[in-house]
């Protein structure tokens, strides 16, 4: 068509995908996988969501062998975690690979959340999550030798609590998922340091 002078059609209706995201942010739950390698060599899974709009993350599940099954029940688990926040949410955004299955959709569908698929190898589309994968590998997994599956549940049970309760977001006005935004800053307040997972993670307090 280019070669004969036909250009592509304009966009005739709908936002754009940037557009979408913004209006939406709301309601709208983002996973995804990424992998670790451990000291043996064998690699793990883990299964994280992502709220866009709070940037409260989920960490679901670390397992060797993602199964359909498997898969299915992390989705089954974060529903009732979500509890009666689940009305809150109607998108669902995750990527085209294979380890979503139609049971993994289904579990979402059913509480009247839409799947939404991002286009191939187009990871800017579900950037919020592919930013926490990011974090988590900067701040921890690239800082930490990985023994087992109980050591990365372990290591990755304690990020997560520091990401939701305490690590800023300038997203969120330098607060944190769960806490309000901080006090504005006195020159005479008395901070706290409170180490976690050996130090690699540090979190600060004004002392009462």
């Not at 070669?3 to 709301?26: C, I, M, Y």
């Not at 599940?61 to 689940?86: C, E, H, K, Y």
């Not at 799947?115 to 999550?129: C, E």
Request: proline share 5%; hydrophobic share 45%; with cysteine.
């Amino acid at each position: 068509m280019k070669r004969v002078g036909v250009d592509p059609a304009p966009r005739r209706s709908g936002p754009t995908w940037a557009q979408f995201l913004k209006a939406q942010a709301s309601g709208i739950l983002a996973c995804d996988f990424f992998s670790v390698e451990t000291v043996m060599l064998t690699r793990l899974y883990c299964f994280a969501v992502v709220a866009h709009a709070s940037r409260r993350v989920h960490m679901l599940g670390i397992t060797a062998n993602p199964s359909a099954g498997w898969v299915a029940q992390q989705a089954r688990n974060l529903m009732l975690d979500l509890g009666d926040r689940i009305g809150d949410f109607r998108f669902l955004i995750r990527d085209r690979d294979t380890k979503y299955t139609a049971l993994f959709d289904e579990v979402f569908t059913t509480e009247g959340i839409r799947v939404v698929l991002t286009a191939p190898q187009a990871p800017r589309m579900n950037s919020i999550m592919e930013r926490w994968v990011g974090s988590v590998r900067r701040e921890l997994l690239d800082r930490i030798l990985i023994l087992n599956e109980r050591h990365l549940r372990k290591v990755l049970a304690g990020y997560e609590t520091h990401f939701n309760g305490h690590r800023p977001h300038r997203a969120l006005q330098q607060a944190s998922p769960l806490r309000a935004l901080p006090d504005p800053v006195d020159a005479d307040i008395k901070v706290t340091r409170q180490d976690r997972l050996g130090g690699l993670l540090h979190e600060y307090a004004q002392v009462a």
